[in-house]
Structure formats: C-alpha cells, structure tokens
C-alpha cells in the first residue's frame, strides 16, 4: 500500500520518469557526507605485549595505548573493547585483565573508534612456561664509524628464564639461527613478568646495516612460544671523521750541523682528509696549533687508513734540540682525534 502511495505521487514531479529517477524520487534525495577526517583521531592502536604465555588460572594485565594523528599517544586499555578467536582459552575483562582458561592458542584484538590493534598471541598451557622475546630495540649511530644498541628483553611467562645467551649480530651472512653466535653477546636470568636492558657497543664501520637480536641462541629456556626469539631492524652508520698523527719520527745530524727528519704521518680515521699542513720546530718548549714551524709542508689529501712519508732538513742551532713535527698545525681538518697530532724528540747535536 506504501508503494502504491509513493507511485501516486510521482506525477507531481511532472515529465516522463526513467527508472532511475523514479527509484530517486522514492528513496529521496542523496547527499555527500563531508570529510571529516580528525587529525587528532586515532591512527594506531597497540598491545604494549607482543605475546602472552600462561597456564591455566593464570592473570595478565595489558596494556593498549592509541596513537593520534598529532603524534600524541596515550593509555586507552579501559576504553577499548576486546575481541577473542576461541573464548574458551581466554576470557579479557573490560580493565584488560587477561586470565588463561583452559590450554590453548589464540589471538585477542582491542578496537576503539573503528581502529584495530594487531592481534596478540597468547599461549595458554597446563605446565608453567617462559616466553622470551624483544620487547624495544634502538639504534644510535655515533658518528665515528660504530652503533650503540639498545635492547629489551622480557619474559612474558609464568615461569623464570634461568641462564640463557643474547646474541647481537650485524650484517650476517644468513638469518641468525639456535646455535649461532653473535658479534657480542651476555648472559642472563629473567623472571616471569620481568624485562631486562641491553647495551652493546659494536664497530660497524659506515652504510646502511642488518642489526639482529637472537634470544636464548643456544636455546636453553623451553619456551611457550620458540618462533618469536629473533628481533631484526636496520640503521645507517656515519664514517668516523679523519684522524692525523704522526706514528713515527726520527732525526740525525750531518757533519755541516743539519739535522735530518724522517716523519711518517697517518690518517687513522675513517674518511679522507682534505688539505692540511704538517709544520717542523727545530727547537721549542712547547708547541700550539696556529703556531709557524721552521719548516711547513702541506699534504693535500690523505685517505682512510693512508700513510705518507715526509723529510725535513733544518739547521742546527742548539746542543739539546727539542724538535717537534705538529700534523694540521692550522687546524683545517675536523678529527675525531685532535689530541694526537703531536710528535716531540730532542736531537743531540755534536758540535
């Protein structure tokens, strides 16, 4: 009978009608709904676990926190709303308590405004477990050719971890497996719930570069989970700057009262070095940079780990010459090293 009035009033709307404007007139007019997009809306959500082992009883408080279009986060785990694969091996309570039900695997998602977490897995077992995992790795990249890694490492069993080996790779051949050995590596026990922290200092030299983190490498622990051990990021590197010296130096005295110096300079550092000057005293107390030796010559590039041999030939005026070869005695270079590029002797002279 609707269908009929609607029908009825179709002639009001005048001219012949194609099927599409018949089905707008009886739907109604359409419109587009603006976007609206918040910038201070969600964008991520996250379960601060990556995966839960459990036995049977057993509680877990998670933690979810949101992260906003202005890059703000916080903790939303008392707004969000749990969604279970097999609600019989766990159950979540809406303050995000997690209790282990009865023995299996499954995965819990939180949602909130429409935005899913990723899926934590959870392990539930009749026998305590620990489950070792990376929970926070980070790469700094110091400048001078190495990396400090940072790591954490947390058991998110019910059981403690008794020792167990961490292992730091960079750049492997092959994906580090069991049994394998890093470039560093340390010891360690871990309690149920409990985290540790990891500090590692490794020369990697400069580029682009593989950081693994194996955990119990020679597979120790007897695990809830054994496929989440391994934690992989990269990170580029800088060169170390240059760094001049001079690595050896000796001198004699000819019988026209000359002395001669035989000076080998060095870029021990990890990039080259542009133009500098390598300057002689033939006889000072001490010597500064800006100061103007007897003799200069000037080195107009020298590579990474390059040597370069130089003579000097300076009159003798003293018994007791206290000579000095001074490396970038104008301080043009930049180095990661700028208190090694002295070199003092005192030459005897024999009238």
Not at 61 to 85: H, N
Not at 254 to 280: P, Q, R
Not at 318 to 333: G, L, P, Q
């Amino acid at each position: 009978m609707l269908w009929r009035l609607n029908l009825l009033a179709l002639p009001l709307l005048g001219g012949c009608l194609t099927m599409a404007e018949i089905d707008r007139a009886i739907d109604g007019p359409t419109t587009t709904e603006p976007d609206d997009t918040n910038p201070n809306g969600i964008i991520l959500l996250d379960i601060k676990d990556k995966t839960v082992a459990l036995t049977v009883g057993d509680k877990v408080d998670l933690k979810v926190e949101a992260t906003y279009g202005d890059d703000s986060s916080t903790d939303v785990t008392g707004e969000v709303t749990w969604s279970i694969d097999d609600g019989e091996v766990v159950s979540v309570s809406q303050k995000g308590v997690l209790k282990g039900k009865n023995e299996g695997e499954t995965d819990v998602v939180a949602t909130l405004d429409g935005i899913e977490s990723s899926p934590l897995t959870v392990a539930v077992t009749n026998v305590p477990l620990a489950e070792l995992y990376v929970s926070y790795i980070n790469i700094q990249d110091n400048g001078d050719g190495s990396a400090s890694v940072d790591f954490i490492v947390t058991n998110g069993g019910s059981k403690k971890a008794q020792s167990f080996w961490v292992d730091l790779f960079v750049d492997p051949a092959s994906t580090p497996s069991i049994g394998d050995m890093g470039i560093d590596y340390a010891d360690a026990v871990l309690g149920a719930g409990d985290s540790a922290s990891f500090h590692f200092d490794v020369a990697t030299g400069s580029g682009t570069h593989q950081f693994y983190v194996l955990v119990d490498s020679t597979d120790d622990v007897e695990e809830a989970n054994e496929d989440n051990n391994l934690e992989h990021t990269s990170a580029s590197v800088a060169a170390a700057p240059p760094d001049l010296t001079v690595t050896s130096f000796s001198a004699y005295c000819d019988y026209n009262y000359d002395i001669h110096y035989d000076v080998t300079v060095e870029n021990l550092g990890g990039a080259t070095s542009e133009s500098f000057k390598v300057a002689m005293f033939l006889d000072e107390y001490l010597v500064d940079v800006g100061d103007v030796g007897d003799e200069t010559q000037t080195i107009y590039d020298l590579g990474a780990g390059e040597v370069i041999y130089l003579y000097f030939v300076l009159p003798a005026y003293c018994y007791y010459c206290d000579s000095w070869a001074f490396v970038d005695i104008e301080d043009d270079i930049d180095e990661s090293n700028e208190f090694n590029n002295s070199y003092d002797s005192t030459v005897y002279v024999s009238w």
